[in-house]
């Protein structure tokens, strides 16, 4: 049996943790945990947010007759040899333009790699992802998944302002900035899709458990899918996308 801990953080949220890795197997059984959980449709349960070995749920706890219900769901959950991840979740494909004013770094990670910048492009592109979890800023994914030879420190001096979209590297993961924010990590290129959109539903592009493939685009391309949707007379570049089969189970 795997070993696991459940802690209490407040009278209204459980954290379920599976050990402190950054690993496929521990983040793809918490995911299945999540799903699970959701299934059971438990009464006043607010929140349920997987990240890479911890499940974090948030409660009403008047609503499932307190803390002591929810925790022996999750310990039975966590004790079950037989829940897995799902084998098939959604993949999602994303348009990168690679380099240039797009990916400011790119030179300086493919020379920590060894590599020339269309090779690393090139080997970040030929890569599956899954999103580990969601975090630090709303839509903003953490992917597991990446070439370890890609692998690259942060910057020493993090930017203060790093365009939406950026496509970047930090240390052992790869993500991108759903809008303009501070960041540390390195720049490789940027997605012209809307990674987050409050007024949308769902607000995010990705969640947590997606697969995530790149696509390298040239800055035509890049330029054509961030025209104005008015100008096109089409949707959003996410919901051509989606009409497009680019995300598809």
């Known amino acids: 049996m795997a070993e696991f801990s459940i802690e209490t953080l407040s009278e209204d949220a459980l954290l379920l943790r599976l050990g402190d890795r950054i ?8 995911h299945a945990i999540a799903a699970r959980l959701r299934d059971m449709t438990l009464p006043g349960i607010h929140d349920i947010a997987p990240a890479y070995a911890s499940l974090l749920v948030r409660f009403d706890p008047f609503a499932t007759d307190g803390a002591d219900v ?8 966590a004790s079950e040899p037989g829940v897995h991840a799902d084998t098939s979740p959604r993949l999602v494909e994303i348009p990168v333009c690679y380099g240039g004013e797009h990916g400011v770094d790119l030179q300086d990670v493919a020379r920590h790699a060894g590599l020339d910048t269309q090779q690393l492009a090139a080997r970040h592109a030929s890569m599956e992802y ?10 903003f994914p953490y992917l ?39 960041g540390g990590w390195q720049l490789i290129g940027r997605t012209p899709l809307t990674l987050f959109d409050a007024q949308r539903d769902p607000p995010c592009l990705l969640a947590p458990g997606d ?39």
């Not at 929810?70 to 959950?77: G, M, P, V």
């Not at 025209?227 to 995300?247: I, N």
């Open 23 to 30: 690993d496929a197997e521990p983040n793809a059984r918490i």
């Open 70 to 77: 929810l925790r022996d769901s999750l310990r039975k959950l």
């Open 130 to 139: 899954r999103v580990a979890m969601l975090g630090f800023a709303p839509g």
């Open 144 to 182: 597991l998944g990446m070439d370890p030879s890609l692998h690259v420190p942060r910057r020493a001096t993090p930017r203060t302002r790093v365009p939406a979209g950026s496509v970047a590297i930090g240390g052992t993961q790869t993500g991108f900035y759903p809008r303009e924010l501070p």
């Open 211 to 249: 697969r995530v493939r790149f696509r390298a685009i040239d800055a035509d391309e890049f330029a054509a899918l961030t025209e104005p949707a008015e100008e096109r007379g089409e949707g959003s570049p996410l919901f051509d996308l989606r009409d497009q089969g680019r995300s598809r189970k």
